[in-house]
């Protein structure tokens, strides 16, 4: 069998001894040395041009259905529980809590559970939209575990490395909520992070009611792609009496966005953590597509109240 490994960076470092592993069972094996940002992010297009018969996706848990062989590789990585004694101390006060982790982490998630019940916690686990599989898992674009229950808890809790995850989750979220980062020994509340963010929309938004001329991206990846909305947008944008045009890339890049200078600002349709995590990166605004929907509501506002 024609295989082709993927990889994301943190796991690069294990792509040898995969390899090496399937070619001794008699298979053809090849590694895509191209960067992968989730499981969103397939490398469909390489292994259908070298013929292979298999994609073995390693790192992430299942998005959604594709046309092609796909093996889901999930990775565990065992976190030590010992900083769980710490965040007890961030949590006075807070009686009824929700847990999230990502699928690193989600065979420790009952052992987290357990832990926090057994010290009076009454332990809430919620539901994600679709993308995400299990139970308390979350993903960059599906936060569906926590918002689920945010009505229903006091505080929110995240399990797991880095921030990028539960930056997304306190975004669409009320609850005070906790990041606990076993791997750097860190606890930091996430609360702060919405009023950032928040101003900054506002100041897209606030911005990009200049502009005239938008670029609506489009991604060719296979989990991001949203062909249907990139032209619903360009129609309400043209029904504004504005311009627009659909941009099509497989990967966003920053530096060819910026050489497109007749284009006063962007609106992404991809991986909805562009807008959030990467809108310093464009001389343009780069908005969502409500924050684009809210330019258009004031332009037209504006424009009402000039004719009064």
Known sequence: MRILLQFPEGLKQEALRHAKRLESD???VFISASPTYGACDLALDEARNIGADKLIHFGHAEFNKVDFNVEYVEY??????DMLDKALTYLKGFGTI?????IQQIHQLSS???FFESNGKKVVIGRPYGFAKREGQILGCDIGSAATIDRDVDALVYFGGGIFHPLGAALATTKPFLAVDPFNSKIEWMDGYRETYRKRSRGKVLTALKSK????????????????????LKEKVERAGLDAQILVSNMIDFESLNNM????????????????D??????APLLSASELMEVLRMKKELKDKAIY
């Open 261 to 276: 200078r007749e284009f006063d600002a962007f609106v992404n349709t991809a991986c909805p953590r562009i807008a959030i």
């Open 76 to 81: 565990s990585i065992d976190a030590p529980l």
């Open 112 to 114: 987290v559970r357990e």
């Open 98 to 102: 929700g847990l999230v982790v990502t």
């Open 213 to 232: 001329r938008f670029g609506i991206l489009v991604s060719t990846k296979n989990g991001q792609h949203n062909m249907a909305l990139g032209k619903v």
């Open 278 to 283: 990467d809108t310093d990166r464009t001389t």
């Open 26 to 28: 008699g298979n053809e």
